[in-house]
């Protein structure tokens, strides 16, 4: 397996968007088109589904989101329904730590008359027809023998978006979807996807010819210190550069310029919350929507530092890259599409490095220092918490700041329950969709523990140690 | 008159903020504030060069530091004022 990825369902997806991004830089795509399945599933032998025919199929459908998608369907998040294993439901089942007892307290709590016993090993077992699914025997079993059994996808969506259709295949309900990719990361088979704008992307850079026509800039997220291993963050800024951009600009001046306004305006409502993570922002919308009055009125970093350099130059476009899928759906929005022009991912560049045939490890380094340390640790959950501390404080303002940090859907539902209910001992919501914040990204392309260490050691390498020195000049 | 300065990463680091300090105290002594437009911009392509890059109106001079920056100022920005 390539090591620069986590899993090789993310191999699988980076050689699919490679080949086409291939295609794309060399005008060769219609050519190719029909190769390219096999290209990757040479055979003779199938290595990953029943059959060789049934391999290439898939990845076939992997090429259409490649290329976008289905127009029709809003969300950037696709089912590729015969990728999809079709996983077992389960449900609660009866595990082997059963030991046969004789209080039965499984069977006095289910309501339904689902649970059964084996006559001769005296095991519990559960009546599939009957059972709804309810848990009161899991509860009840003081041998924490009853297992409920999700699928993959439907345990990694804790928005409960994800349900089975009625062929078996996994279904995404895009009204409760928030894109927070887990989904994507987490399922085995690598049946849901996210759609990829690189055809955009590369027709942008080959129009301006390679950034002669117009400028074209690339905003990186700062989880970028972490992502490529075995070289330099300059040589991968040189690489950007390589594939036509003018400039490399980091979303952590954006962060920093967000983390002033975010104070001032915490100061001012008394209460908020952080509006940096589109997931969170999405999650608060559609589920608490009585706390929307609290987001943080701030375009996101990614959307402040845009705006600026739209406005600083003429007839550039914009493109985004980082670790996170929301971020495709963001510049969706009305008020961020005007900035932004195209958001890839990480896995995304990796592929299109790769495709131009690009070797960083072989490249110069290039400098790439705009933004503080404050805004370079957005990348992991609390930096922001710890950038708007530090810019109240800068600001010379006396209004305490008593923040909860919360990353991951879960702990951010807790925190948002609890402001719902109102009378609590914070004023201001961190909320992340990842779990660990960006650096969790579902398109990072390695998960790793020490990655939060390591862009706290970017953070510091940072030429501007304070807010303000970082933003003096870019202020309005 | 527009003048931008280069903010990119490499200018940067070779002091681009130091320049538009100077350059801001300059335009205010000149009493020029309604005459220039002092503004950012992301990289004009002139990284490899010592010193920070900057553009006047469309010509762009390089190798603008602290040190040098009262001549650049005087050659390329005052004169094209006054001439």
Redesign the interface.
Known sequence: MDTRFDTSVQELKYKVLKEIAKGLFNDTLLEEYNEIPQRISPGPKSTMRCCIYKERAIVLERMKLALGGNKDINNVIEVIPIACDECPLGGYEVTNRCRGCIAHRCEKACHRDAIRFDEVKRTAFIDKDKCVNCGMCAKACQYNAIQNYLRPCEQACKVKAISMHEDHSAQINDEKCVQCGACVYQCPFGAIMDKSYIKEAINILKDSDNSNKY?V?AIVAPSIAVQFKGVTLGQV?TGIEKLGF?????AALGADMVSYKEAQELEEKGFLTSSCCPTFVTFIKKYYPELADKISTNLSPMATIAKW?KE??EKCKIMFIGPCISKKQEIKDEKVSKYVDVTLTFEELQAMIDAKEIDLKSLEE?????ASYYGRIFARSGGLTDAVKEALKEQGSSFEAKPIVVDGLENCRLALIKAKGGNVDFNFIEGMGCIGGCIGGPCCLTHEVRDKMEVDKYGRES?EKTIQ?SI???QD | MTVFVC????C??KGS?EV?ELLTKRVKEEHLENQIEL?????L?K?GVAGVSIKVDDEIITGVTPKNFDDVFNNHILTKIKG
Not at chain 1, 366 to 370: A, G, Q, R, T, V
């Open positions: 400028p800039y800024v003018k400039s490399v600009v980091e350099i600083h130059s290039s400098p790439l220092d705009n030429k020195d003096k000049h870019f | 903010v990119g990463s490499s940067h680091l903020y538009i503004k950012g911009t992301f990289c392509g990284c």
